[in-house]
């Protein structure tokens, strides 16, 4: 690689010399003017392997931040915006958005970060500004919540990455699939430096999210049930998010069986496969309940076990939160009488958590070893076997797969 870097460096002296001929500009306007030259993998397209490309990537301009990544994971998000099956399909792109970096150069205007900060790059920002920022309840920031459509910056509506001046699509503004990348300063929390970034990286989306989502919204009281639709690390981290509650039967609803013996590590000590019965899960879970689990955390993105998760809760009292990313024409049909009947549906993103705010501290609750990241990391692959994380993703093989951007 290091061949291929040295066209771009002399390209890039040839720039920079130019620059510094006009003292005034070299001054003011060193960060804005440095493009760097990184591997990056590339979706060229719906489904096809990831390809690694050398991208060429702009400074950060106002409010942004130009990350280096050292550590990615992948989540089931990232599959689905791949395949395209269910989403729309915006290609080429560079995919990922659960990762873990250190702050390269910042743009103008951003005074909270700087080069070297220990970082973790999440997929919807905090402006500390608006109505939702203000809110206590919200997470679901005005300028910078999740926006899965959005292939550029928000300052500009112009990608940060290109290959021969061929733009790039960005991803949930965060694109962590390459060695560099550039997010808006409020998508990015500092954390403790000396977190281990190859743990920690975890927290950017999928433990975060699960926990969040069954500690922050659902919030379960000592000796409650809690039925977690979902095996995977987002409905093991709400598992988890049950057990430090004192939740004292947590069921496990997975159509792959293979989830349930890893899933006793979590806390989870009932099991329930909809596969083997002939009649609606929720049915199944309100019998073995006496009338239904007290709170649901759906972590599929299957509207089937949407519907299921909200209908297994108990009467009078019952809390569901779904958590999985639906199929873009998925419609939720339930009768009106379940909510009659005293049931509440709620929705998060990130597990309620406003980024910037929250997030250092759940890296510190990590450190303090109240929670145990190390479980949920099932594979680890180097950069150039990236497509093998997709591989263990797709046949339920991984929870978590840690990607090293080094190798
Ligand atoms: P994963 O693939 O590792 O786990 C999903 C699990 O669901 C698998 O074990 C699968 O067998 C199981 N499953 C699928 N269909 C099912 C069904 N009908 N009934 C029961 N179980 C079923 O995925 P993950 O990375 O843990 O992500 C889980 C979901 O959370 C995905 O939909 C992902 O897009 C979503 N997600 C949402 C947010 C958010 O902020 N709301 C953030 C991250 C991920
Ligand atoms: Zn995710």
């Given at each position: 690689r290091?061949?291929?870097?040295?066209?771009?460096?002399?390209?890039?002296?040839?720039?920079?010399?130019?620059?510094?001929?006009?003292?005034?500009?070299?001054?003011?306007?060193?960060?804005?003017?440095?493009?760097l030259l990184c591997v990056a993998a590339v979706?060229?397209?719906?489904?096809?392997?990831l390809?690694l490309e050398e991208v060429?990537v702009?400074?950060p301009?106002?409010?942004e931040v130009r990350l280096k990544i050292l550590y990615a994971s992948l989540c089931?998000?990232d599959?689905?915006?791949?395949?395209?099956?269910?989403?729309?399909?915006?290609?080429?792109?560079i995919l990922g958005h659960e990762a873990a970096g250190i702050v390269e150069s910042?743009?103008?205007?951003?005074?909270?970060l700087?080069p070297g900060d220990h970082v973790l790059p999440v997929f919807?920002?905090?402006?500390?500004?608006?109505?939702?920022?203000?809110?206590?309840?919200?997470?679901?920031?005005?300028?910078?919540?999740?926006?899965?459509?959005?292939?550029?910056?928000?300052?500009?509506?112009?990608?940060r990455f290109?290959?021969?001046?061929?733009?790039i699509?960005h991803f949930l503004g965060t694109s962590t699939f390459s060695e560099y990348t550039v997010v808006h300063?409020?998508c990015v929390a500092k954390i403790?430096?000396?977190a281990p970034l190859d743990k920690v990286c975890v927290l950017s989306c999928?433990?975060?999210?699960?926990?969040?989502?069954?500690?922050?919204?659902?919030?379960?009281?000592?000796?409650?049930?809690?039925?977690?639709?979902?095996?995977?690390?987002?409905?093991?981290?709400?598992?988890?998010?049950?057990?430090?509650?004192?939740?004292?039967?947590?069921?496990?609803?997975?159509?792959?069986?293979?989830?349930?013996?890893?899933?006793?590590?979590?806390?989870?000590?009932?099991?329930?496969?909809?596969?083997?019965?002939?009649?609606?899960?929720?049915?199944?879970?309100?019998?073995?309940?006496?009338?239904?689990?007290?709170?649901?955390?759906?972590?599929?993105?299957?509207?089937?076990?949407?519907?299921?998760?909200?209908?297994?809760?108990?009467?009078?009292?019952?809390?569901?939160?779904?958590?999985?990313?639906?199929?873009?024409?998925?419609?939720?049909?339930?009768?009106?009488?379940?909510?009659?009947?005293?049931?509440?549906?709620?929705?998060?993103?990130?597990?309620?958590?406003?980024?910037?705010?929250?997030?250092?501290?759940?890296?510190?609750?990590?450190?303090?070893?109240?929670?145990?990241?190390?479980?949920?990391?099932?594979?680890e692959v180097t950069f150039s076997?990236i497509?093998?994380a997709?591989?263990?993703?797709?046949?339920?093989?991984?929870?978590r797969c840690i990607i090293r951007m080094d190798g």
């Amino acid at each position: 690689r290091d061949g291929k870097h040295s066209w771009a460096g002399h390209k890039m002296q040839r720039f920079v010399s130019f620059i510094e001929d006009i003292p005034f500009l070299s001054l003011c306007c060193h960060t804005q003017l440095t493009f760097l030259l990184c591997v990056a993998a590339v979706a060229w397209e719906a489904g096809k392997p990831l390809v690694l490309e050398e991208v060429e990537v702009a400074p950060p301009q106002a409010m942004e931040v130009r990350l280096k990544i050292l550590y990615a994971s992948l989540c089931h998000t990232d599959v689905y915006f791949w395949e395209a099956k269910g989403q729309k399909p915006i290609f080429p792109r560079i995919l990922g958005h659960e990762a873990a970096g250190i702050v390269e150069s910042v743009g103008e205007g951003v005074t909270e970060l700087a080069p070297g900060d220990h970082v973790l790059p999440v997929f919807t920002g905090e402006c500390k500004e608006c109505a939702h920022c203000l809110s206590e309840e919200s997470n679901m920031c005005d300028l910078l919540r999740i926006n899965t459509d959005r292939g550029v910056m928000l300052s500009d509506g112009q990608s940060r990455f290109s290959i021969k001046g061929k733009p790039i699509n960005h991803f949930l503004g965060t694109s962590t699939f390459s060695e560099y990348t550039v997010v808006h300063s409020g998508c990015v929390a500092k954390i403790n430096p000396l977190a281990p970034l190859d743990k920690v990286c975890v927290l950017s989306c999928g433990f975060s999210t699960g926990f969040g989502a069954t500690v922050n919204v659902a919030k379960p009281t000592k000796g409650s049930t809690v039925a977690v639709f979902g095996l995977g690390a987002v409905g093991l981290a709400a598992a988890e998010g049950a057990r430090v509650s004192g939740a004292s039967r947590i069921i496990g609803v997975d159509v792959n069986p293979k989830r349930f013996e890893e899933a006793k590590k979590f806390g989870v000590n009932e099991f329930v496969n909809p596969k083997d019965y002939d009649r609606p899960v929720q049915e199944v879970i309100a019998e073995m309940t006496g009338g239904g689990a007290d709170r649901s955390v759906e972590c599929t993105g299957n509207i089937d076990a949407m519907i299921s998760a909200f209908e297994c809760v108990h009467d009078g009292w019952g809390v569901a939160v779904l958590v999985g990313v639906p199929h873009k024409d998925a419609v939720l049909k339930t009768h009106p009488v379940n909510f009659l009947n005293e049931r509440t549906l709620k929705g998060t993103f990130f597990g309620n958590y406003k980024p910037r705010s929250d997030l250092p501290s759940v890296v510190e609750r990590y450190m303090n070893k109240e929670i145990e990241l190390e479980k949920f990391i099932t594979h680890e692959v180097t950069f150039s076997e990236i497509n093998k994380a997709f591989d263990y993703m797709l046949q339920g093989a991984s929870l978590r797969c840690i990607i090293r951007m080094d190798g």
